[in-house]
């Protein structure tokens, strides 16, 4: 009977054969990766978190339904693109794939900033029958159109919650008056942290942690999952549970790789999209559910604010602003209505 070291040993030399008869053949292992179709995807996701361990669901998806046609490069903590700068990087051909949110979308395609909005999408559940229906694909229709790119499908990103550096009274918007909340750096986002009473403090995802650590911001907002894997709650003291924003990312291919493929390739890579997406939903709303008890074991005081007052400011807010004006006459109420 062979031993496991025999089998490794046997593996380790039909591999090395392999190379030298590419070697003989006169063809490079990095010819053999430059044959293959570039996947370089970039995310400013850390790699604790789900929709960073997503990507490689994908690559093993597409590895296994597409053998040797794709080289997935996966990029995490925003080596390869700045946080935002990602649509414009696939429109001009110089990356492939993102997790692109709505407030990225919303810069170009003004109807999408109903998704930046507070207290519009009630639960994930919600979020997919919107975008996964007639809502979605009008709209995805424009993204295609308008910014070069076409979404293969619809992340959870989480609930957005408020996170505060030191301990505070927060029942309504007013008590968040004059907190430096940490937004990420474009106006949609920062109109977030306006109406929900903060004073908005523009800054990137990568410089959140030092920021406060050093005091530089009193505080930032994001969903729980993302609060342990960036380690925000090493240096933040209390989670005020303001169920502000059912947050998605969209999963989009530049319009200059998805339009040179096979319909078969199409299908792989869509396929492994839905699969990279799932795995990020289920495992997101499991440790969601779960994730409570982590932060009061870590000692930070979880506390419920008023979250009707929540909602009805931050709605309100955004029915008088510009924002709304731009939304096309019916869609909220179809979005509302949507089961
Ligand atoms: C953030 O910067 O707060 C945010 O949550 C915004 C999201 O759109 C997304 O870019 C996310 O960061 C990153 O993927 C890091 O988790």
């Not at 693109?81 to 993102?98: H, V």
């Not at 639960?123 to 997919?128: E, F, G, I, L, V």
């Not at 003291?237 to 319909?263: C, E, M, R, Y």
């Not at 799932?278 to 008023?306: M, S, W």
Request: one cysteine or more; hydrophobic letters at 40%; charged letters at 20%.
């Amino acid at each position: 009977m062979k031993t496991q070291s025999m089998i490794r040993r046997q593996i380790v030399a039909a591999c090395a054969s392999a190379v030298a008869l590419c070697g003989v053949l006169g063809v490079s292992t990095q010819a053999m990766a430059q044959n293959k179709i570039p996947m370089r995807i970039s995310t400013p996701a850390v790699p604790d978190d789900w929709h960073a361990k997503m990507w490689t669901v994908f690559k093993e998806n597409l590895d296994k339904s597409s053998a040797n046609q794709f080289d997935v490069q996966i990029n995490l903590n925003a080596s390869l693109f700045k946080q935002g700068t990602e649509p414009a990087a696939m429109a001009r051909g110089n990356l492939e794939l993102s997790s692109i949110s709505a407030f990225d979308i919303a810069k170009l395609v003004p109807d999408f900033s109903i998704f930046t909005a507070g207290y519009v999408i009630r639960d994930p559940s919600h979020q997919q029958k919107v975008f996964n229906g007639p809502i979605g694909e009008n709209l995805f229709k424009t993204v295609s159109e308008k910014m070069d790119v076409t979404i293969l499908s619809t992340v959870y990103l989480g609930t957005r919650q408020v996170n505060l550096r030191d301990v505070r009274n927060v029942r309504t918007p007013a008590d968040l008056k004059g907190v430096k909340l940490r937004m990420p750096g474009t106006k949609e986002w920062l109109f977030l942290g306006e109406a929900l009473g903060a004073t908005a403090t523009p800054l990137a995802f990568g410089e959140v942690y030092l920021g406060l650590k050093t005091g530089t911001i009193d505080g930032q907002d994001n969903p729980l999952p993302t609060v342990r894997a960036a380690k925000f709650y090493e240096v933040t003291k209390q989670l005020v549970l303001t169920n502000h924003l059912v947050d998605g990312i969209f999963i989009a291919i530049s319009n200059k790789t998805w339009n040179a493929l096979t319909p078969a390739q199409k299908q792989n890579v869509k396929a492994a999209a839905l699969a990279a997406a799932q795995y990020n939903n289920e495992n997101r709303i499991k440790e969601e559910g779960q994730i409570i008890d982590f932060f009061k074991k870590e000692g930070l005081q979880v506390t419920t604010p008023d979250v009707d007052a929540f909602q009805k400011s931050v709605q309100d807010t955004y029915a008088k602003s510009d924002y709304a004006k731009t939304w096309p006459t019916g869609l909220l109420d179809s979005i509302n209505k949507t089961r």
